[in-house]
């Protein structure tokens, strides 16, 4: 059973600057919810009940977000604002506790979920990035966990990219493929177009095998001089098995600008107060264009 969920955001959120100068990226809203809070409930809906910040300094508003706001919620009870309190109060799932750890330097991924080896012990666990939004339903983790009964072992989420695009990815080198499920014999960290063994990359959600913590303990510097999550992987296939994961529904990487509008935009729509607004404005605007 997978109970934990390891999310690294100690990350600074340069590439949608400067609206991460003070807030972190994780906390950049769509419509109404920040991306962390969209990452927490996928988790809940997994069977997740305890997830793990892996944070750093300046990074204090995150666990604020779910904790309980005294002054905010007597406000909104003494205003007869009910339907806004139990809002207010649901940012956190039930049954879900959050912890954090501090991450002392941004040596990479790997190094990030390695400082949560004593908050995990030695149990299987999921890995989350909360700027890979993935909506859909079921949510992708649970996908993932479903698959990770049949399988065990490592089992990441992918999805096939643009050859030429192979080059910002982790990518699996693949053994077989049957229906969306394939089994890989490694992983290459952001390889060369003409280098790269397949165009499925692997995105931010993992289940992995508590021994990929004492590959990364080695602490070897991989791609960008940075401690690798895909290479402390690739170091136990020895004797874990990987499978890389085709999962139903939608991905907005919205560590980019373009990301992060695109999944506003959709999330709108789907929004009920939001949708009809938002609709008729991009008709009106496609309409304005095409005159």
Known sequence: MIRKAVLPVAGMGTRVLPATKVLPKELLPVVDKPLIQYAVEEAAEAGITEIILVTAKGKEMLTDHFDRHPELERSLEERGKLELLDIARSTCPKGVT????????????GHAVLCARAAVGDE??????????????????????DVWDQVGGHVIAVENVPADQVNRYGILDV?????????????????????APSTLSVIGRYILHPAVFDALELRQRGAGGEIQLTDGIARTLDRISLHGARFMGTRYDCGNKAGYVEAIIDAALAHPETAAQVLAHLEALLGRRAA
């Open 124 to 145: 299987p666990f999921a890995v989350m990035l909360p700027d890979d939004l993935i909506l859909g339903r079921p949510g992708c983790l649970k996908q993932l966990v």
């Open 175 to 195: 053994i077989e493929e049957k229906g969306r499920l394939a089994r890989a014999r490694g992983m290459v960290e952001k390889p060369k177009p003409e280098d």
């Open 98 to 109: 959050i912890t954090t750890v501090r991450q002392p330097a941004p040596l990479g991924l």
